[in-house]
Nanobody
Framework: QVQLVESGGGLVQAGGSLRLSCAAS????????MGWFRQAPGKEREFVAA????????YYGDSVKGRFTISRDNAKNTVYLQMNSLKPEDTAVYYCATDPRILYGSNWYFPHWWGYWGQGTQVTVSS
């Protein structure tokens, strides 16, 4: 069983930065793929970023490329999402997700692929 706990959300002005953290329990964290999704009110859950088990491969949604960076520290069982140049349209609940499978193909862009989820953390960007 894997449990994920997100932190680091909050209120920030447009152009500012936040760093989200996701702490995972379980001895096999270092072998799991990790991802971040977000969901704004009235919208579907959207892919933000993903990182391979080793950290060697990273992927980003088009709306965050060049502004967000995903990273992981397997020694600390933690994945991070550094968010820079934030925009009001980045306002959403951000969810951490993990799965024991590798990031192969394209199904992992969709929420249904991921087996474990955190409870989410709110990010609000004011204009």
């Amino acid at each position: 069983q894997v449990q994920l706990v997100e932190s680091g959300g909050g209120l920030v002005q447009a152009g500012g930065s936040l760093r989200l953290s996701c702490a995972a329990s379980g001895r096999t964290f270092s072998s799991y793929s990790m991802g971040w999704f977000r969901q704004a009110p009235g919208k579907e859950r959207e892919f933000v970023a993903a990182i391979s088990w080793s950290g060697g491969s990273t992927y980003y949604g088009d709306s965050v490329k060049g502004r967000f960076t995903i990273s992981r520290d397997n020694a600390k069982n933690t994945v991070y999402l550094q968010m820079n140049s934030l925009k009001p349209e980045d306002t959403a609940v951000y969810y951490c997700a993990t799965d024991p499978r590798i990031l192969y193909g394209s199904n992992w862009y969709f929420p249904h692929w991921w087996g474990y989820w955190g409870q989410g953390t709110q990010v609000t960007v004011s204009s």
